[in-house]
């Protein structure tokens, strides 16, 4: 049965082609109404798990289950879940009204019904006025929006969206994602949303799930990823870590010291490890401190010296030489900085108890 709250449960997933396992035993339940995000780097089965919850793949193994019922056999047309593709696959020779009004055509909708949902559908995502346009004379985000609007026009149970913005150009990418986002909260559907991009996963959805060589790394909410990521991949795909290794060392209130390139460091964990077992930190660029006149007050400390500096106009990346810890990666909100960055200026570096987090290594 499925998960009280869950409207798709998928069980043990999986997809082979030959000896290639493309999705590994994925097991993930998405709740009703939810903003879920598959995402991972390419390869990594996001894409082809999509496919296989729409019909157009047939599982080599496992179930997907829509409200506690199997609809593993059933093909695309009898699921009724609406999608949206990376390549828009809109009709060139129909006009935009004309597309949106397909699906409502192939299931017989009447004429005047057909005419009234294709109006709303065109409302809701922002096209009016450009409903006798060819997709030729449409921009690449209006066609977006044509495909939208087609995918919601005859009530879908679940929409699925395949790298649906990949093609755009960086600004209008923004503008889309805010769109989709709020018309998202304004429909009400779940949304399954596959994607490479980790600024687009974190800032659109209700929950993530990361993908590596098929396998589901973790599940969680934006910030839950980010703040408390299970693995080394996780970390390092969800923006930039700097990774200690090191020895645990002692215990002290609330977590542990641990030895790492001759010096001891404090981290904050609430399950600290054994005593001398080996851990790995992940340290986030801007969470850690800097200063050029020695001044820092926190609980990890260490000298280093400025080996290559860039401004981003809203923050400075750093990477920073310490003769401990090697090279780590440092960010500074530019209008904070309290000094100009130069290559060979020397700095301390320092970063509180519960700055980092400590991470599992992954599987080879």
């Known amino acids: 049965m499925s ?10 997933l999986s997809k082979s082609y ?47 289950l829509l409200d506690g019922r199997p609809i593993t056999p059933l093909p695309p047309e009898r699921r009724e879940f609406g999608m949206v593709f990376q390549g ?30 294709v109006k709303e559908a065109i ?22 929006r044509v495909a939208l609007a087609r995918a919601l026009v005859f009530r879908p149970r679940l929409l699925l969206l395949d790298e649906p913005l990949s093609a755009l150009d960086k600004k209008l990418r923004g503008e889309l994602q805010d769109e989709l986002k709020s018309l998202h909260q304004r429909v009400g559907l779940t949304f399954i949303y596959v994607t490479h991009d980790q600024e687009e996963a974190l800032s659109m959805s209700d929950r993530v799930a990361i993908l590596h060589h098929g396998k589901l790394k973790q599940v969680g909410s934006p910030g839950e990823l980010y703040e408390r990521p299970a693995t080394r991949f996780v970390a390092d795909f969800l923006g930039r870590s700097n990774f200690i290794r090191g020895k645990v060392a002692g215990f002290q209130g609330g ?7 001759g010096e001891r460091f404090v981290q904050a964990d609430p399950q600290p490890p054994a005593e001398a077992s080996e851990v790995l930190i992940a340290l986030r660029p ?20 400025i080996e290559r500096w860039s401004y981003h106009g809203t923050n400075f990346q750093l990477t920073v030489a ?17 000094f100009e960055p130069t290559e060979g200026l020397a700095v301390k570096l320092g970063w509180d108890a519960d700055a980092a987090i400590r991470v599992g290594d992954d599987e080879p």
């Open 322 to 338: 310490t003769e401990v810890l090697g090279q780590l990666q440092v960010q500074v909100p530019a209008w904070r900085c309290r």
């Open 123 to 144: 409302q809701l995502v922002k096209l009016g006025g450009f409903e006798r346009r060819l997709p030729r004379q449409l921009s690449g985000g209006q066609q977006q």
């Open 3 to 12: 998960e009280p709250g869950n409207e798709l449960d998928l069980r043990a």
């Open 255 to 261: 977590g542990f010291r641990y030895s790492a390139g």
């Open 88 to 117: 828009y696959a809109l009709f060139p020779h129909l006009t935009a009204a004309e597309n949106v009004a397909f699906p409502l055509r192939v299931r017989g909708v009447a004429r005047a019904e057909s005419e009234r949902r």
């Open 18 to 64: 030959g000896a290639t396992l493309a999705v590994d035993a994925v097991d993930l339940g998405i709740g009703r109404g939810e903003f879920v995000t598959l995402l991972g780097p390419s390869g990594s089965g996001k894409t082809t798990l999509l496919m296989m919850i729409a019909g157009f793949v047939e599982p080599s193994a496992g179930e997907i």
């Open 286 to 305: 801007e969470k850690i401190q800097i200063s050029a006149d020695g001044a820092l007050a926190t609980a990890n400390a260490l000298p280093g010296r």
